[in-house]
């Protein structure tokens, strides 16, 4: 039997690239997204069988049940949970409205305790699982201008921390991987210098892809004793 993983915001960047590895490895996707049909559905002809596609916005309770049912039904079992679906924010401080800062903590935080409780109960009969977390740098290290999205992400390292505690012992592991600069759709509005910027401040002088994260997760799967870590692929900006 294949193994089966949901991954959260699976249509583009980061968690495209982890749903193509995951089934480059045997593993059964359902890959989830909040809004891009046609992104889905290309997905789908491309991954064929080993995928089906889920639209449910992973903030709001009533979707999550619906992914999870759907999950079940359609692969009768779930062993990974990737919580990759997330927003970015970008305004100064005072700036930050409490619609802002709602949509962010609710999208970013909220749904990784939302998706990781509907799943939990078939970890716990399995008597294994693994959950990855996808948080951020600026979760471990700020970001101006973004205090929101990183008060959501050091949430969901704090969340990734407290659960590997509780369930180490039901054999359920829990990480966190936390990427920084990577070429996707939620950096769109990063000029040219501003890259080459990032690029230059860090060490191994490049810009990251979604496989290099994708290959960081793919490793997590296989893994049998990290857990409760923050694991950063971030060409060292962050050490
Ligand atoms: P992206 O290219 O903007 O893709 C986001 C994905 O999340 C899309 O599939 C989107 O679905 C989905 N999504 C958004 N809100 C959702 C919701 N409420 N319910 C279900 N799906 C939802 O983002 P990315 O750059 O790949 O980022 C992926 C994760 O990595 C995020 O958690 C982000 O914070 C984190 N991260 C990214 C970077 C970076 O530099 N890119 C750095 C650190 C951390 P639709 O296509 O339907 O909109």
Redesign the pocket.
């Known amino acids: 039997m294949n193994r089966v993983a949901i991954v ?9 690239a982890i749903c193509y590895e995951l089934v480059k490895k045997g593993i059964n996707v359902v890959v ?5 049909d046609e ?1 889905a559905n290309k997905i789908q002809e491309e991954l064929g069988n080993m995928v089906r596609v889920y639209k ?4 709001k309770r009533e979707e999550v049940k619906g992914l999870v049912d759907f999950t079940l039904k359609e692969f009768g079992n779930i062993d990974i949970l990737v919580n ?5 924010q970008e305004n100064m401080f005072q700036d930050i409205t409490d619609d802002i800062w709602n949509n962010v903590i609710n ?2 935080l909220y ?1 990784v305790f939302c998706v990781t409780q509907e799943v939990l109960p078939t970890f716990l009969k399995n008597k294994k699982g693994c959950i990855i977390n ?5 979760g471990i290290s700020g970001g101006s201008c973004s205090t929101a ?1 990183s008060a959501s ?1 050091a949430g969901i390292d704090g969340i990734t921390k407290s659960l590997a505690k509780e369930l180490g012992p039901s054999n359920i592991r829990v990480n966190s991987v ?5 070429n ?4 769109g509005y990063l000029t040219e210098d501003e890259w080459n910027q990032i690029k230059e401040e860090t060490p191994m002088k490049k810009i ?1 892809e ?1 496989i290099d ?1 994708a290959r960081c997760v793919s490793w997590l799967v296989d893994d049998e004793f990290t857990t409760g870590q923050v694991i950063s692929p971030n060409g060292g900006i962050v050490i």
């Open positions: 959260t915001g699976g249509t583009r960047g980061i968690g495209k989830n997204y909040r809004k891009s992104l449910a916005d992973v903030s990759n679906a997330g927003i970015d999208t970013n749904s996808i948080s951020s740098i600026y999205y992400k936390a990427p920084g600069a990577i996707t759709d939620m950096n990251g979604g994260i």
